[in-house]
């Protein structure tokens, strides 16, 4: 059974840092990989999609990075801002159906917080 | 204008009326999906359809169902609202198996 994990939680940072997000899942069969942001008690906007056979993707200031075979990503966000402060969801698309249905399975998230 | 549009916003009604939330797409998408958002499980997957004539159910079908009016329009019903259905509510599209999904902002549905 696909499962995605990510760590920490719950991150705080000072304003200016540069920070590393992490997903980890079980199960390498994958189409893709997509991190997602979501502001609190608003909807889910996609970042940046990784597909199985590539190794990273960078879309300003954020750079994702996969290893398939390890089962893990990083979303790597240079420079952060206030703004920046959101919950950060990464989701597998597995190769497979999971209970039946092609589906994404996320993440619990990690809600980030940049303080100034 | 935003690509995926859910209506309502925000819904309060009271345990065992029906309700419809509807999501609208402009992108061009074959494939629609419901999902709800719950404190502490994540997304879990509802219905989704791959075109007007398939439908699918997800992993928390029961007391749920949709209808695909047409390949831009996908409503999700409750026949029978009760309180463990309070939940976020999100809707979201793809171009095709493995490509990236688009989500609509979201309905914050609560059952008193």
């Known amino acids: 059974k696909q499962e995605v994990t990510q760590i920490p939680a719950a991150l705080s940072v000072p304003e200016g840092e540069n920070l590393v997000l992490n997903c980890s899942f079980t199960d390498s069969a994958i189409y893709n990989l997509q991190w997602f942001r979501q502001d609190p008690g608003k909807g889910l906007t996609s970042l940046l999609l990784?597909?199985?056979?590539?190794r990273e993707q960078t879309s300003g200031r954020l750079n994702a990075s996969l290893d398939k075979s390890s089962g893990r990503s990083t979303l790597y966000i240079a420079a952060s801002q206030p703004g920046d402060s959101a919950t950060y969801l990464c989701a597998v698309h597995p190769l497979l159906p999971v209970q039946g249905a092609q589906k994404l399975v996320f993440g619990q998230g990690t809600r980030l917080t940049i303080n100034p | 204008d935003a690509d995926v549009t859910q209506t309502p916003r925000n819904r309060i009604t009271k345990t065992g009326k029906r309700i419809m939330l509807e999501c609208s797409q402009t992108?061009?998408?074959?494939?629609m999906y419901w999902y709800r958002q719950d404190p502490g499980l994540g997304l879990q997957l509802i219905y989704y359809?791959?075109?007007?004539?398939?439908?699918n159910k997800g992993e928390i079908s029961d007391g749920y169902s949709v209808s695909r009016q047409a390949q831009a329009k996908f409503s999700l019903s409750l026949e029978s609202a009760i309180p463990n259905q309070t939940a976020l509510y999100f809707c979201?599209?793809?171009?095709?198996?493995?490509?990236?999904?688009?989500f609509g902002p979201g309905t914050r549905l609560t059952v008193l």
């Open positions: 990784i597909q199985s056979s590539q």
């Open positions: 979201a599209t793809s171009s095709g198996i493995g490509n990236e999904q688009f």
């Open positions: 359809s791959f075109d007007v004539k398939d439908i």
């Open positions: 992108k061009g998408h074959d494939r």
